[in-house]
């Protein structure tokens, strides 16, 4: 680097620049290489102001080494100059330039200056083609987008879902986040880098010629499953809500991610958010009582009130259910007390051991990132009686939520898939779903909608299955919830779930959503 140059001292050239005549002792090379020294010194150090100094013509070479400088944004440059040699009255000193171009990468050229006596200065005879030799009076170096492929729906169309496809840096051309940021390479065509540099016409800014990086592979399209009318319709039902949510809807026949829709947009909460599942949860504990033996129809009392150890457990509201109620009545409704009354017909582990028939806390090969839940094994009565309404350690994405609903409808679980082209292999739950219990689940699903919490999906066609939620969190008196709703319909391959953050109920809050995102996909 020139900077190691300069150390030695201008005058201490007798070993840079000798050549076979002795070069390195004439005065005048050494004068004038002095002067190209100070030249690439200011420009390496991106002071155009001081470099152009050491010209012919400073107001030509400010004005192309500012524009080549403010166009490429280097983060790095090293000049190396080489042997002078006396040309006439002229003495030619050649260069080398190699810069670190955020999204363009590594990139060097080799140049040379003649440097011509001024009187008793020596001065750089500033010329366009001295700065590259590939470029020509009136233009400039600057930084051009390759072709970049796009991200694209099942119909391959360009995906426009804002925290689905994620950002590309302005500057370096490279994905930072989302889709884009995981599949950068393919979509720049395998080098990761998403600009070439190129000359352009100064005046239009109409490249000219590329001198990195077009060469290249081109990009190859990331292809999603996203199905757009219902990405569409999931994004119309989040218009107005003010709180934070997320709509899903996955296909339950192979688990395709048909929608992901997140409000704001930034954070993929749809498929990466974790949270308490609340009452939604309760598909998974009626599975699992379900598979102890119980039925529909048993009787299920449904007080005000739980204890357990001193801890006191409640229905929203703290409603209670009249005597002769089933379990069928308290699922529909999301009787609390019922569930927490219920947990001595489960093992230590057997909410664990039901969320494996769901694939809950598998590790999903989905072609993008996601939370894929945990139902971690019961370690005492309490964290049991919290786990059976979806609290305590319970936690759960949209996404998951949406799949519980899609093992229903289909019977048994399909890893959610969105890049099918990225899975390798797709994660097989553990465990499977009798189908007694799932003809069970379908018919209290069912009876959420029709006599149940779920009265927001009455009147849509399709027959909607569904389960509303209502999950605690935070620390505060009476606690804030989660409003969720999650479902399927029976007469198409679709299930979804909805979340609202600190939104409420899961009936009153999350439950118009869902048939707002219902009814947009029949109008």
């Known amino acids: ?155 391959g169309r360009e995906l426009r879902a804002a925290s689905l496809v994620g950002a590309v840096d ?20 395998g080098s990761g880098q998403g600009k070439s540099v190129v000359v352009v016409d100064r005046a239009s800014g109409q490249p000219v010629k590329t001198l990195s990086g077009g060469g290249e592979a081109q990009g190859k399209p990331v292809r999603t499953t996203i199905d757009p009318k219902v990405q569409e319709a999931a994004a119309a039902a989040l218009e107005g809500v003010t709180k934070n949510a997320a709509v899903v809807a996955i296909d339950p026949t192979n688990g395709h991610i048909l929608a992901a829709a997140n409000k704001p947009s930034g954070m993929n909460r749809a498929l990466e958010g974790r949270y308490p599942p609340g009452s939604t949860f309760k598909v998974v504990t009626a599975a699992a009582l379900l598979k102890q033996g119980m039925k529909p129809t048993d009787r299920a009392d449904c007080p005000k009130f739980a204890n357990v150890n001193g801890q006191r457990f409640e229905n929203q509201d703290q409603f209670v259910l009249p005597a002769g109620s089933t379990f069928r009545d308290s699922f529909a409704h999301s009787c609390n007390t019922f569930f927490v009354d219920s947990r001595a017909k489960l093992p230590q582990a057997g909410l664990h051991e039901a969320a494996q028939a769901f694939g809950i ?97 009455r009147g849509i066609s399709g027959e909607p299955h569904a389960k509303t939620g209502t999950a605690e969190f935070g620390t505060e008196t009476p606690p804030r919830t989660h409003a969720w709703m999650i479902g399927y319909q029976g007469d198409r391959n679709l299930a979804w779930a909805v979340l609202l953050e600190d939104g409420g109920s899961g009936g009153r809050d999350a439950g118009p959503i869902a048939a707002k995102f219902l009814k947009n996909l029949t109008d």
Do not use: C
């Not at 190691?4 to 390195?24: D, I, R």
């Open 170 to 189: 302005p500057q370096t051309g490279k994905g930072v986040s989302g889709l884009e940021a995981r599949y950068d390479k393919q979509l720049t065509g």
């Open 361 to 457: 806390g598998g590790s999903w090969d989905v072609g993008t990132i996601t939370y894929d839940g945990s139902v971690p094994v019961s370690t005492s009565d309490n964290d049991k009686a919290a786990s059976t309404i979806g609290q305590a350690r319970v936690q759960a994405s949209p996404l998951v939520m949406a799949s519980i609903a899609a093992t229903v409808k289909e019977g048994v679980f399909k890893q959610p898939v969105l890049v099918p082209d990225a899975v390798r292999k797709k994660y097989e739950a553990p465990a499977r779903l009798d189908p007694g219990v799932v003809d069970s689940l379908r018919g209290m699903m069912r009876a959420t909608v029709t006599i149940g919490a779920g009265k927001a999906l």
């Open 1 to 155: 680097m020139l900077a190691a140059v300069a150390g030695v001292g201008y005058w201490g050239y007798s070993t840079l620049f000798k050549g076979a005549s002795g070069a390195s002792e004439d005065p005048k090379v050494v004068a004038a290489t002095k002067a190209v020294t100070a030249f690439l010194d200011a420009w390496e150090a991106g002071d155009a102001g001081r470099a152009a100094r050491e010209t012919d013509t400073p107001d030509g070479a400010e004005s192309l080494i500012k524009s080549v400088m403010t166009n490429l944004k280097p983060a790095t440059t090293r000049i190396d100059a080489g042997e002078g040699e006396r040309k006439d009255a002229k003495v030619l000193v050649p260069f080398t330039v190699t810069m670190d171009i955020p999204g363009a990468g590594a990139y060097s050229w080799k140049s040379k200056a003649d440097v011509v006596e001024t009187g008793k200065e020596w001065k750089v005879e500033f010329r366009t083609e001295m700065i590259h030799p590939d470029m020509v009076p009136g233009q400039t170096l600057a930084l051009d987008a390759r072709d970049r492929a796009a991200v694209l729906d099942a119909e």
